[in-house]
């Protein structure tokens, strides 16, 4: 699985980006996906996550982002989005999309190089 992020940009505070991850290969439905960020100086932090359908497609969110974030997939067309509202300085990160496909047989962890979003006030 390669996963490539885009939507990353500058945008002012309170204001909303989406973000998207275009994954290749097969057996995209079948793995968990999440989004990680990585501040200046920072390890990577969890953001939201997202199971497969057949775990009900159950989300989880960072307790830090109050609501702002919504994270969905469309298996359909091997995407993962996150719609970023609401947004705010401390949101300035390296987002990076990650999937979890180990309950596939051969296949393990994989992530994309990140897209930059950078949040002025």
């Known amino acids: 699985v390669q996963l490539v992020e885009s939507g990353g940009g500058s945008v002012q505070a309170g204001g909303s980006l989406k973000l998207s991850c275009e994954a290749s290969?097969?057996?995209?439905?079948?793995?968990?996906m999440d989004w990680a960020r990585q501040a200046p100086g920072k390890e990577h932090d969890p953001v939201s996550s997202?199971?497969?359908?057949?775990?009900?497609?159950?989300?989880t969110y960072a307790d830090s982002l109050e609501g702002r974030f919504t994270i969905s997939r469309d298996n359909a067309k091997n995407m993962l989005y996150l719609q970023m509202n609401n947004v705010k300085a401390e949101d300035t990160a390296v987002y990076i999309c990650?999937?979890?496909?180990?309950?596939?047989?051969?296949?393990?962890?994989?992530w994309g190089k990140g897209a930059l979003v950078t949040i002025s006030s």
């Open positions: 290969g097969a057996n995209f439905s079948r793995c968990d």
């Open positions: 997202i199971s497969t359908i057949s775990s009900d497609g159950t989300t």
């Open positions: 990650r999937a979890d496909c180990t309950v596939v047989p051969g296949m393990g962890y994989y």
